[in-house]
């Protein structure tokens, strides 16, 4: 199954890109901490938060780990709670190479909904092979969010290289 979702993902995802145009974001999420750049230009400062309508997921691949964090609605108390959970561990996440990608609009059919599609709700972890590993829908603690990101072979081969003594 794993697979054929990663297969859906790389077909639908590059097409989904061609058929959208994101509109301007609205003042609502212009007003959070909001930090556009590309993989290249990524500052070594802090956690990235970025709008998942004006990214492009394929740009993160294989360099950086992707928490997706949707919601109908940038109202909605989950979407909240998951930030703030996400916020309170950034520098744990950043050792992680983490990136978080949020949409709170479901009217402006982001590509990354696209492939996804949530129901309301959820919390999906990418990893740096672009494939989903993980989903659920609704909020998990950031110390949840890396225990699941560390049983990722990608992650353990990483610990190894840093720590070489452990083999």
Do not use: Y
Not at 63 to 92: G, K, W, Y
């Amino acid at each position: 199954m794993k697979p054929f979702f990663t297969l859906v993902f790389a077909i639908l995802f590059p097409v989904t890109l061609m058929a959208t145009d994101a509109p301007a974001p609205d003042a609502a999420m212009s007003e959070t901490t909001v930090q556009t750049a590309s993989p290249e230009a990524m500052p070594e400062e802090g956690l990235l938060f970025l709008d998942a309508r004006e990214i492009d997921v394929r740009d993160f691949i294989w360099n950086h780990r992707i928490v997706v964090v949707m919601a109908d609605t940038p109202d909605d108390p989950q979407f909240s709670r998951q930030i703030d959970a996400l916020r309170e561990r950034a520098d744990e996440f950043l050792a992680r190479d983490v990136v978080v990608i949020f949409d709170g609009h479901p009217a402006d059919a982001s590509p990354l909904r696209q492939v996804l599609r949530p129901r309301g709700f959820m919390t999906a972890i990418i990893d740096k092979d672009g494939e989903v590993k993980a989903r659920r829908p609704a909020v998990r603690t950031g110390r949840e969010l890396m225990a699941v990101i560390d049983r990722f072979p990608t992650r353990r081969q990483e610990i190894l290289e840093r720590l070489p003594a452990g083999r």
